[in-house]
């Protein structure tokens, strides 16, 4: 079994600052990119921020110069520190990750995602 567990999220004071913090399960499953998207009513789910097995890394211009993601292989997981939170930030934050999964002798790619966690940030 594989499963991505988001945990970090909650209600923040426009201001105010949250990390949020992924982890895969299941040793039979390598992780090559990992990152968070985003999803607000009413529009489309987004990808806020990204990080390759090689450590570069991809954010949406939204959040350049305040949100940063960082990923430990040995913990198998991601983070992504947000500071400097706006309302425009409010959303449901959804892990994903890609990478190979192999059982009985046979290599798929795969790809999976958490189920997400709300962030809600106030005026």
């Known amino acids: 079994q594989v499963q991505l567990v988001e945990s970090g999220g909650g209600l923040v004071q426009a201001g105010g600052s949250l990390r949020l913090s992924c982890a895969a399960s299941?040793?039979?499953?390598?992780?090559?990119?990992i990152g968070w998207y985003r999803q607000a009513p009413g529009k489309q789910r987004e990808l806020v921020a990204a990080?390759?097995?090689?450590?570069?890394?991809n954010y949406a211009d939204s959040v350049k110069g305040r949100f940063t993601i960082s990923r430990d292989n040995a913990k198998r997981s991601v983070y992504l520190q947000m500071n400097s939170l706006e309302p425009e930030d409010t959303a449901v934050y959804y892990c994903n990750a890609d990478g190979v999964y192999s059982r009985h002798g046979i290599m798929s790619a795969v790809e999976y995602w958490g189920q997400g966690t709300q962030v809600t940030v106030s005026s």
């Open positions: 990080i390759s097995s090689g450590g570069s890394t």
């Open positions: 299941g040793s039979s499953f390598s992780i090559n990119a």
